[in-house]
């Protein structure tokens, strides 16, 4: 199983985090209701626990997750759904309950990343189409049951792909774009702060998302520091 999953430790707390205010609004929402759900419990007031996180791909969605795993301090386990899906289909079903049997076990953050591969039925020839209906079937009745002491988070570059019956079990659905460019700017201005100042770059890339920045900024960072090392 540990091939398709791993353990994220990293720790990213939510003022370092670097988003839309639409999005920082939508995840102090989302973390404020776990901290006081004890106060709904009291009411018997459902806790959302399943978040949807979609658009395009490195403007922010794991960092997301990264986030609620510090702040509510749990362990983060990310999956890459699509591994899943194309080692053995026949075995999917039982692969995913074995994930999610991990999430009974302990209060965790599950990250299931690449969520549209669950959407590709009409890809699949005769066989395989009813075999992912089953694995489709399955996955929504562990997200019906799923422990309200364990977060729920899903990924995807594609939310068209995904089937409805599958997105109506998510509380919240959150849209990721590619950052403006004063969030880029705070982005860059971040990634600056460990490098001597004679390294920093002397451009800046916008209308990218922050993965395509941070590459673009290393990578002027190491050419500086070569040429240094060259003069």
Not at 24 to 38: G, I, P, V
Not at 201 to 212: C, F, G, I, L, T
């Amino acid at each position: 199983m540990s091939n398709f999953y791993y353990i994220d430790r990293s720790k990213v707390s939510f003022e370092d985090f670097i988003a839309s205010p639409e999005i920082k609004s939508h995840l102090m929402t989302f973390l404020h209701e776990q901290q006081f759900k004890h106060l709904f419990d009291e009411y018997k007031i459902p806790v959302s626990n399943k978040l949807l996180l979609y658009g395009d791909s490195g403007t922010g969605k794991t960092m997301t997750a990264k986030v609620i795993a510090n702040h509510l301090n749990k362990k983060l386990m990310i999956v890459n759904l699509a591994t899943i899906i194309s080692s053995k289909l026949g075995e999917t079903a039982k692969n995913l309950d074995a994930l999610f049997k991990e999430s009974q076990y302990e209060s965790m953050v599950l990250l299931l990343d690449e969520f549209d591969s669950l959407g590709q039925i009409r890809d699949y020839d005769n066989k395989d189409n009813s075999e992912m209906k089953r694995v489709v079937n399955a996955i929504i009745q562990l997200m019906d049951y799923f422990p309200q002491k364990s977060i729920l988070i899903a990924a995807t570059n594609q939310i068209q792909m995904i089937d409805e019956a599958l997105k109506r079990r998510f509380e919240w659905q959150i849209a990721y774009e590619k950052p403006a460019n004063d969030l880029l700017d705070d982005f860059y201005d971040t990634l600056q702060i460990p490098i001597p100042e004679k390294y920093h770059p002397d451009n800046r890339k916008y209308q990218v998302s922050y993965a395509e920045a941070k590459d673009f900024f290393y990578k002027q960072v190491k050419q500086n520091i070569i040429n240094e090392q060259l003069s």
